[in-house]
């Protein structure tokens, strides 16, 4: 495919009902029908044909009416039974297709960088500091877990409310759990390299005891009951957990019940993709890592806007229990870091199968960072390249610099918008309830693209037109299988060739990484100017995404880590925040 698609959500969600069928349907109001006390009537079904691109006669429609009062009452049957959250439907999706071979794969992670710098004196450089480097200042004991851990809770004070992107600080319960890994250190345990390290956590994802409002009014006083098994994990290896990063709600946007997370390179505008908080909170040096979720973009948009790196991982490589379920079959959980090297020991700590989650596997992970990248076999689009933004051609030629080998890379010709289908519908179920009790209306963004609205709208979706979105989501799924057969990665703009979307739901991994910057006016969430007649511009960064075959992570992390090296720009801080 020649042509650059974005493929943001604003792309995926408005895809049932278009004006056409609007047209008819008015003309229906217009006719008279069986009253509404009498149910469902011929004349409904005539006037819902439109809605679905079908006609039939008036003998059909007399015979389709003939179990029709048994089909309403076995909905709202469905309907009146209570379904929470966490019921995933029977049917599991899976990325790997029938007889599919995978590189079998050590769980090891090797080529981390290393440095002997000492300690800095400011609290921001302490701050700004990759992982890696401040794991090597906690263990030669320059610094210990509760001193890294004030600094940041005197961050957050300091400049998360401008940013609205904390939706809770646990500042005890931080100190307390630094104040353990401090204690373990001196006694010689060690849990691993993110041991005493601070992070933040998305709110979708729940922890015991902590607010977990999922962004939405209607869950404004929702605590976590039981403990995500991501957290568990991350606990387990030794990170100190300093809150929960504020999410759009239900995790669409960057607009949550009391703010909108804001891009700390411009504070006018939001920080984009529903990870909003925890890509505010990384890219202003208010943590040393977050943990970020994505259906569609979620990850990779808000890393793009804020400019931090961003890894989706391939679908089930980390579980999902305990997280709030948006979309079962497209639902991933990744890390955001400042650094690439960093997503890679954030991954190695959360990935792995749970028996909790029916969609995560097992399978090893392998991350060579200082591998020979001579010869990898990488794809691009010259056409997504020419009219892509300068950091992009950037990425691309310092790949080039690295001897990787550029391979063509086209994506096949498919009605790709036509998926959005099973995002829309999956999210209309998992939330159905707020639809039907008409609590939906108390979720502050009500735009037509907003979730209140694709719900509603939802409920008109064939079945049949959701089988055969499926069925497209399995061809394309064959597509992209045969693509990636001969390559290591594929590299391009975020958002160029429909990747995002596609991948999204085909389950392949994507890293998204700083590239560059660029002078930007004050965006909307979808990326158009605010403002049309403000020709203010503001230096923001941008990114620049790689793929890879499923569960080959560690190609991206490689390639990207060394991208990362030749652009130097990744260490470039937000002014207002430095």
């Known amino acids: 495919m020649a042509a650059s698609i974005k493929a943001t959500r604003r792309g995926v969600l408005g895809l049932i009902a278009g004006g056409a069928a609007s047209g008819a349907l008015a003309g229906c109001a217009h006719e008279e029908a069986a009253p509404a006390t009498e149910g469902v009537s011929v004349e409904t079904l005539r006037c819902a ?68 710098a000492a300690l800095p004196g400011g609290e921001a450089d302490i701050a700004f500091a990759p992982v890696w480097r401040q794991a090597g200042w906690l263990a030669r004991g320059e610094i210990s877990s509760a001193e890294l851990t004030e600094i940041y809770l005197r961050r957050i004070e300091a400049h998360a409310p401008a940013l609205e992107c904390f939706i809770h600080v646990a500042a005890d319960r931080a100190r307390a759990e630094a104040a353990d890994r401090d204690r373990e250190r001196a006694a010689g345990r060690v849990r691993g390299p993110l041991h005493g390290i601070p992070y933040a956590l998305k709110d979708i994802i729940d922890v015991e005891g902590l607010p977990a409002t999922w962004g939405a009014e209607v869950y404004r006083d929702r605590t976590g009951e039981t403990t995500a098994t991501v ?208 609590l939906d209306e108390r979720l502050r963004w009500q735009e037509p693209q907003a979730w209140p609205n694709t719900w509603r709208r939802a409920r008109f979706a064939s079945a049949v037109d959701l089988v055969n979105a499926d069925r497209l989501r399995r061809q394309v799924m064959i597509d992209m299988a045969a693509r990636f057969e001969d390559l290591d990665a594929v590299i391009g703009p975020n958002f160029a060739g429909a990747m995002l979307l596609i991948t999204n739901y085909t389950g392949h991994p994507q890293l998204a990484f700083r590239s560059g910057f660029t002078e930007e006016p004050t965006r909307t969430i979808f990326g158009a100017p605010a403002d049309e007649d403000d020709q203010t511009r503001h230096r923001v960064p941008h990114a620049t995404s790689l793929w890879a075959p499923l569960f080959e992570e560690g190609s991206l992390l490689a390639l990207g880590h060394a991208i990362e090296g030749r652009l130097e720009v990744a260490d470039t801080r937000p002014d207002a925040f430095a």
Not at 232 to 243: N, Q
Request: with cysteine.
């Open 231 to 438: 957290a568990r994990r991350l606990e387990a290896a030794g990170a100190v957990l300093l809150g929960k990063t504020t999410a759009g709600a239900i995790a669409y946007g960057d607009i949550w019940f009391d703010g909108v997370t804001r891009n700390p390179f411009n504070p006018e505008e939001g920080s984009s993709g529903s990870s909003a908080g925890s890509a505010s909170a990384v890219a202003a040096g208010l943590c040393a890592f977050a943990i970020g979720t994505e259906t569609l973009g979620s990850i990779v948009s808000p890393s793009h806007r804020c400019g931090n790196a961003g890894l989706r991982p391939t679908f089930g490589r980390v579980p999902r229990t305990g997280a709030m379920a948006l979309c079962w079959s497209l639902d991933k959980i990744g890390p955001m870091t400042r650094h690439v090297a960093d997503c890679a020991t954030v991954l190695r700590a959360i990935a792995g199968p749970d028996s909790g989650d029916a969609g995560s596997f097992a399978h090893g992970l392998e991350m060579a960072l200082s591998r020979d990248l001579s010869g990898m076999r990488v794809g691009y689009n010259a056409d997504w390249f020419e009219q892509a933004a300068e950091p992009d051609r950037a990425a691309l030629e310092a790949a080039r610099s690295l001897g990787v080998e550029l391979v063509p890379f086209e994506v096949d010709e498919r009605p790709y918008q036509a998926l959005g289908l099973i995002l829309e519908s999956e999210a209309a179920a998992a939330f159905e309830h707020l639809t039907l009790s008409g």
């Open 49 to 116: 044909e439109p809605l679905f691109s079908v006609s039939h006669t008036d003998a059909q429609r007399e015979q389709m009416m003939v179990g029709m009062e048994a089909w309403v009452s076995r909905a709202e049957a469905l309907r009146a039974m209570d379904k929470p959250n966490d019921l995933a439907p029977a049917t599991v999706f899976d990325p790997r297709l029938p007889g599919a071979r995978f590189r079998p794969q050590s769980d090891a992670l090797s080529g981390m960088p290393t440095g002997n």
